[in-house]
């Protein structure tokens, strides 16, 4: 088992360009989610999944969307990238209600 | 408004002295209780949980929580560290009715030698 997997794990971005962050889980969770890590905030969740075909936003949606087409994969989209966004993002996947989460290893993106 | 709060930043301890990392949360219903251990430049790994029963919940690397719905905390302690254990831990909490994670904003823990 991969678990879950984030790529890239580095990425510098020019203001304006827009990416997207790829992850991929293999242990056929329902649950997803993304979060951005930043000093002295903790973590924050960015948007969630509940299972294919079902997201909702959470604590800070602005500038970020996403999709869940298939069970295993949950993409994270920047439109329109800031330096605010400047962040180190996570990905998470959970069985369900009562699990804890499985992070991914991170993804450092910097927006010049 | 559901909330963590982990009312210390940074804990500095002596290596085989015990420590108590502190998590308070916020919420009218029922809540599951997590805490994570991140390792510098690495993701977070689940330490132990809180779903409902017995209070004292023991989870990996000697680390234990007590559940006290009356302070509604959620404090982690460690008997003896170890200099490996230094790393920065997280509290989180999830209403039994919702599907979002709460974090607080982390404990960085250092180990001295």
């Known amino acids: 088992n991969a678990g879950v997997t984030q790529t890239p794990k580095f990425q510098v971005l020019k203001t304006g360009q827009s990416m997207t962050l790829q992850c991929a889980q293999d242990?056929?969770?329902?649950?997803m989610s993304w979060y951005r890590q930043d000093p002295g905030m903790g973590l924050r969740l960015i948007h969630y999944?509940?299972?294919?075909?079902?997201?909702d936003q959470g604590e800070v949606p602005n500038g970020y969307n996403v999709s869940r087409s298939t069970t295993e994969d949950f993409p994270l989209r920047l439109l329109s990238a800031a330096p605010s966004q400047t962040s180190v993002y996570f990905c998470?996947?959970?069985?369900?209600?009562?699990?804890?989460?499985?992070f991914g290893s991170g993804t450092r993106l910097t927006v010049v | 408004a559901q909330s963590v709060t982990q009312l210390d930043s940074q804990v500095p301890v002596f290596e085989e002295a015990p420590v108590e990392l502190r998590c308070n949360y916020s919420?009218?219903?029922?809540?599951?209780l997590f805490w994570y251990v991140q390792y510098p430049n690495q993701g977070l790994q689940l330490l132990l949980k809180y779903l409902s029963g017995s209070t004292l919940v023991k989870g990996i690397n000697g680390f234990e929580a007590e559940f006290n719905k009356s302070q509604t905390s959620f404090h982690l302690r460690k008997p003896s560290v170890h200099i490996s254990d230094t790393a920065e831990y997280f509290c989180?909490?999830?209403?039994?009715?919702?599907?979002?994670?709460?974090f607080g904003t982390g404990t960085s823990l250092t180990v001295i030698p």
């Open positions: 242990m056929n969770h329902e649950y």
């Open positions: 999944s509940v299972g294919a075909g079902i997201t």
């Open positions: 998470a996947s959970a069985l369900g209600v009562y699990y804890g989460y499985t």
């Open positions: 989180a909490a999830r209403l039994n009715t919702g599907n979002q994670f709460y």
């Open positions: 919420s009218s219903v029922s809540v599951y």
